[in-house]
Nanobody, 114 residues
Framework: QVQLVESGGDLVQVGGSLRLSCVAS????????MNWFRQAPGKRREFVAA??????????ADSVKGRFTISRDSANAGDTVYLQMSNLKPEDTAVYYC?????WGQGTQVTVSS
């Protein structure tokens, strides 16, 4: 059973940067595409970015295009997906979740202060 653990969330100021990590372990996660979603208080969970199984294809939501990039490192024993976030805005404040084939991590909180 694949397990996902997100990390890297923090409190940052407007315009700042963060890199989120999602470590997949315990299974063959490298066969799956992986995704980042986020959920702000009182709002529905929304798609942020996706990357395919070999990391060669990426997709980001229009709301973060040009500011967020997704990447993947499956070279070592583990499988880690990153979300590099720059020029952060208050509306990026949310809990960020990693998803692989319908499995979810516990999330990591990102708070952007103005």
């Amino acid at each position: 059973q694949v397990q996902l653990v997100e990390s890297g969330g923090d409190l940052v100021q407007v315009g700042g940067s963060l890199r989120l990590s999602c470590v997949a372990s315990g299974g063959t996660s490298s066969r799956f595409g992986m995704n980042w979603f986020r959920q702000a208080p009182g709002k529905r969970r929304e798609f942020v970015a996706a990357i395919n199984s070999d990391g060669g294809s990426q997709l980001v939501a229009d709301s973060v295009k040009g500011r967020f990039t997704i990447s993947r490192d499956s070279a070592n024993a583990g499988d880690t997906v990153y979300l590099q976030m720059s020029n952060l805005k208050p509306e990026d404040t949310a809990v960020y979740y990693c998803d692989a084939n319908g499995l979810w991590g516990q999330g990591t909180q990102v708070t952007v202060s103005s």
